[in-house]
C-alpha cells in the first residue's frame, strides 16, 4: 500500500513554461513533506520543503503548495529551464520516523 | 566539506553471495539511513542508524543487516542474494535522529545480482 503517490510517471514542459508535478499521501500524520530531484547517476538532492503548518513555500522558481484537506501537494517550477529535467521525488515524514517516498515523475523541459 | 560518500559505485554479484556497502555521512551527522531504489522506483527505507544501534527498519528480510561505527560511519550487508536484491542501494545522513528537515544522499551503489 503505497502512502505517498506520483501518479504521473512523466511529464514533457516546454522550456520557459510552468511545470506542475502532483504528489498524494494517505497517511494523515505526516507533518513535513519535501521534493528531491534526481538526475541519472547521482543521488537524491533535496530541493523544497513544507511544514504541514503551512500552505506555501516558495524558493526561487520552485513553489510548493500543500492541500492538507486534499492529501495533495504540488510542486510548481517557473519557468522551465532544460537544466530542471530529473527525476522528481515527492517525500513524507512524521516526527520520529522514516521518510517516505512517492515513485517519482520523470520531467523532460524541451527547448 | 564532503557531502555524504558510498563505496563501491558499482558491483556485481551472483545469486547466493554476499555483498557490504560502505557509507560515510556528511560532516557533522550522526544518523545514517539506507535505502533501497529499485529500478522505475522511489527509494524505499531499510533501516536507520543512531548512536551505533538500528532504531527503525522497514520491510526487509533479516537478510539485511547494518552496523554504525563510533565515527558514524555504516556499513549495509546482504546475505544470500537473490536476484531481486538488483537494485541501487542509498545511502542518506541526518543532523540527529527524529530532527525535521532533508536527508542527505549518497550518490548510491549499484549492486547488480546475476
Known amino acids: 500500500d503505497q502512502q505517498v503517490k506520483q501518479n504521473s510517471p512523466s511529464l514533457s514542459v516546454q522550456e520557459g513554461r510552468i511545470s506542475i508535478l502532483n504528489c498524494d499521501y494517505t497517511n494523515s500524520m505526516f507533518d513535513y513533506f519535501l521534493w528531491y530531484k534526481k538526475y541519472p547517476a547521482e543521488g537524491p538532492t533535496f530541493l523544497i520543503s513544507i511544514s504541514s503548518i503551512k500552505d506555501k513555500n516558495e524558493d526561487g522558481r520552485f513553489t510548493v503548495f500543500l492541500n492538507k484537506s486534499a492529501k495533495h501537494l504540488s510542486l510548481h517550477i517557473v519557468p522551465s529551464q532544460p537544466g530542471d529535467s530529473a527525476v522528481y521525488f515527492c517525500?513524507?515524514?512524521?516526527?520520529?520516523?522514516?521518510?517516505?517516498f512517492g515513485p517519482g515523475t520523470r520531467l523532460s523541459v524541451l527547448p | 566539506d564532503a557531502g555524504v560518500t558510498q563505496s563501491p559505485t558499482h558491483l556485481i554479484k551472483t545469486r547466493g553471495q554476499q555483498v557490504t556497502l560502505r557509507c560515510s555521512p556528511k560532516s557533522g551527522h550522526d544518523t545514517v539511513s539506507w535505502y533501497q531504489q529499485a529500478l522505475g522506483q522511489g527509494p524505499q527505507f531499510i533501516f536507520q542508524y543512531y548512536e551505533e544501534e538500528e532504531r527503525q527498519r522497514g520491510n526487509f528480510p533479516d537478510r539485511f543487516s547494518g552496523h554504525q561505527f563510533p565515527n558514524y560511519s555504516s556499513e549495509l550487508n546482504v546475505n544470500a542474494l537473490l536476484l531481486g536484491d538488483s537494485a541501487l542501494y542509498l545511502c542518506?545522513?541526518?543532523?540527529?535522529?527524529?530532527?525535521?528537515?532533508?536527508?542527505?544522499f549518497g550518490e548510491g551503489s549499484r549492486l547488480t545480482v546475476l
Open positions: 517525500a513524507a515524514v512524521s516526527y520520529g520516523q522514516n521518510f517516505v
Open positions: 542518506a545522513s541526518s543532523p540527529r535522529q527524529g530532527a525535521a528537515g532533508e536527508l542527505f
